[in-house]
């Protein structure tokens, strides 16, 4: 390998009208809509004043059911989802609301890099104006407590924050209907990574 | 074990910024927790589900007439830090047309709307990571950060690479755009150095006679952390 490396391009923010160039109708489909065994993901996301941010977008990228990614890069190979249509890469805009909503499979459990299993999780990335940079944060299963307790990233965040990465079932809902609301600065800020 | 993509450093603007304003209810305040790079950081969505054409990329003839404006031809390559090509990568753009008016219902500044002119834009980089874009210039606006505060020309640029850690929103500015010094934005990148990576260059070889200018942008995305062996 050459050891040249080029310096990379800084980021900057989406603005107010991203609206015009990135979602797409079928954005938050994960999985086609009717997907038998399918699950919701619904939250809003609130800035620091406790408001809703309706100029905001969502995007997710996860393994399918069986842990797996259709990617050159998985080590296992690069795997056919189970579930026809299977997308992986979900992206919703925020509606007046700041709310967001995805339909998809949970994914399964998957290595982690130092051994061990992470829990089945979904990668975030937040974007909007007043935002230079995405966030990054991670959704989690209030279901999978005993995966959960194991997966090493949870772990590394300070046991009173940990819930706000953890996406619980909606009580007025069906099963299958989570809820995980994105606190962008405050008292209740959600984690977020450093990728 | 696969290589973990790099962790840039003092190159992206950090998120609590005052002096763009709309940072003060959003940026986290807290400290961001280090992520290991795991098999979903490493992999990323590729895109194949939704056809893109050759007249995605071509802003200027998506209605019954043509926008009015400066025709300008966008192009260049995307590359990681490697130095490697990215191949057949998505790239979305936005932007403000010819009077600096974006086509949104939020975008209340006394410049006229274009009928003509939509301002969204993609393609897929080629096999040697090159892209191509037929637009407008777009124009400087005022904006209600502080008192008489004007962006400078640019074009929103979204790119995925090939993995999550390479996700990248940025813009693209025009060169020696007088705005440059009292725009927080473009200033918040806090190498000056990284800075001039976001101006693009007037490219008179790729001009197009009696038809368009031409400017060059090339973008790097994050690559693999450097090994022991290579830094030795």
């Given at each position: 390998?050459?050891?040249?490396?080029?310096?990379?391009?800084?980021?900057?923010?989406?603005?107010?009208?991203?609206?015009?160039?990135?979602?797409?109708?079928?954005?938050?489909?994960?999985?086609?809509?009717?997907?038998?065994?399918?699950?919701?993901?619904?939250?809003?996301?609130?800035?620091?004043?406790?408001?809703?941010?309706?100029?905001?977008?969502?995007?997710?990228?996860?393994?399918?059911?069986?842990?797996?990614?259709?990617?050159?890069?998985?080590?296992?190979?690069?795997?056919?989802?189970?579930?026809?249509?299977?997308?992986?890469?979900?992206?919703?805009?925020?509606?007046?609301?700041?709310?967001?909503?995805?339909?998809?499979?949970?994914?399964?459990?998957?290595?982690?890099?130092?051994?061990?299993?992470?829990?089945?999780?979904?990668?975030?990335?937040?974007?909007?104006?007043?935002?230079?940079?995405?966030?990054?944060?991670?959704?989690?299963?209030?279901?999978?407590?005993?995966?959960?307790?194991?997966?090493?990233?949870?772990a590394s965040v300070d046991d009173d924050r940990r819930a706000t990465l953890i996406a619980v079932g909606d009580p007025a809902g069906q099963p299958g209907e989570?809820?995980?609301?994105?606190?962008?600065?405050?008292?209740?800020?959600?984690?977020?990574?450093?990728? | 074990?696969?290589?973990?993509?790099?962790?840039?450093?003092?190159?992206?603007?950090?998120?609590?910024?005052?002096?763009?304003?709309?940072?003060?209810?959003?940026?986290?305040?807290?400290?961001?927790?280090?992520?290991?790079?795991?098999?979903?950081?490493?992999?990323?969505?590729?895109?194949?589900?939704?056809?893109?054409?050759?007249?995605?990329?071509?802003?200027?003839?998506?209605?019954?007439?043509?926008?009015?404006?400066?025709?300008?031809?966008?192009?260049?390559?995307?590359?990681?830090?490697?130095?490697?090509?990215?191949?057949?990568?998505?790239?979305?753009?936005?932007?403000?047309?010819?009077?600096?008016?974006?086509?949104?219902?939020?975008?209340?500044?006394?410049?006229?709307?274009?009928?003509?002119?939509?301002?969204?834009?993609?393609?897929?980089?080629?096999?040697?990571?090159?892209?191509?874009?037929?637009?407008?210039?777009?124009?400087?606006?005022?904006?209600?950060?502080?008192?008489?505060?004007?962006?400078?020309?640019?074009?929103?640029?979204?790119?995925?690479?090939?993995?999550?850690?390479?996700?990248?929103?940025?813009?693209?500015?025009?060169?020696?755009?007088?705005?440059?010094?009292?725009?927080?934005?473009?200033?918040?990148?806090?190498?000056?150095?990284?800075?001039?990576?976001?101006?693009?260059?007037?490219?008179?070889?790729?001009?197009?006679?009696?038809?368009?200018?031409?400017?060059?942008?090339?973008?790097?995305?994050?690559?693999?952390?450097?090994?022991?062996?290579?830094?030795?």
């Open positions: 390998m050459s050891p040249v490396r080029l310096p990379i391009t800084p980021s900057q923010t989406v603005g107010p009208f991203l609206a015009i160039g990135l979602p797409w109708p079928d954005g938050p489909f994960v999985v086609p809509p009717g997907t038998a065994g399918a699950i919701t993901i619904t939250g809003q996301v609130i800035d620091g004043a406790g408001q809703p941010v309706p100029d905001a977008m969502v995007e997710t990228w996860q393994a399918d059911e069986d842990g797996r990614f259709d990617h050159p890069e998985d080590p296992r190979g690069a795997a056919k989802p189970r579930t026809e249509g299977f997308r992986g890469f979900g992206r919703c805009a925020t509606d007046v609301n700041g709310s967001y909503r995805f339909v998809t499979v949970k994914p399964g459990s998957l290595p982690a890099p130092d051994g061990g299993l992470e829990a089945p999780h979904l990668d975030v990335s937040v974007f909007s104006r007043g935002l230079l940079d995405r966030v990054v944060t991670r959704i989690y299963f209030a279901d999978e407590a005993a995966a959960n307790a194991a997966d090493p990233v949870l989570y809820q995980f609301d994105i606190r962008l600065r405050g008292d209740s800020e959600t984690v977020f990574f450093d990728v | 074990m696969i290589q973990p993509y790099e962790r840039p450093a003092g190159v992206h603007p950090p998120l609590d910024f005052p002096a763009y304003k709309s940072t003060q209810l959003r940026a986290p305040l807290r400290k961001l927790v280090p992520l290991p790079h795991g098999l979903t950081e490493l992999t990323g969505p590729v895109h194949g589900w939704d056809p893109v054409t050759a007249a995605d990329a071509d802003l200027t003839t998506r209605h019954a007439g043509e926008p009015l404006g400066e025709r300008i031809i966008v192009t260049g390559r995307v590359l990681d830090s490697d130095g490697r090509p990215v191949p057949d990568t998505l790239i979305e753009v936005w932007q403000a047309n010819a009077a600096g008016r974006y086509a949104h219902r939020v975008d209340d500044h006394p410049a006229p709307l274009d009928p003509n002119f939509d301002g969204a834009g993609r393609c897929l980089t080629d096999a040697s990571g090159r892209y191509r874009f037929v637009t407008i210039k777009p124009g400087a606006y005022p904006w209600g950060n502080h008192h008489n505060a004007w962006r400078p020309a640019h074009i929103h640029f979204s790119l995925f690479g090939r993995a999550f850690t390479q996700r990248l929103i940025t813009q693209m500015y025009f060169p020696n755009d007088p705005l440059f010094p009292f725009d927080p934005i473009f200033n918040s990148v806090p190498d000056p150095k990284a800075r001039q990576r976001m101006v693009a260059s007037f490219e008179m070889d790729l001009t197009e006679p009696e038809w368009a200018l031409a400017y060059t942008w090339d973008i790097v995305l994050r690559g693999r952390e450097a090994t022991v062996f290579e830094e030795g």
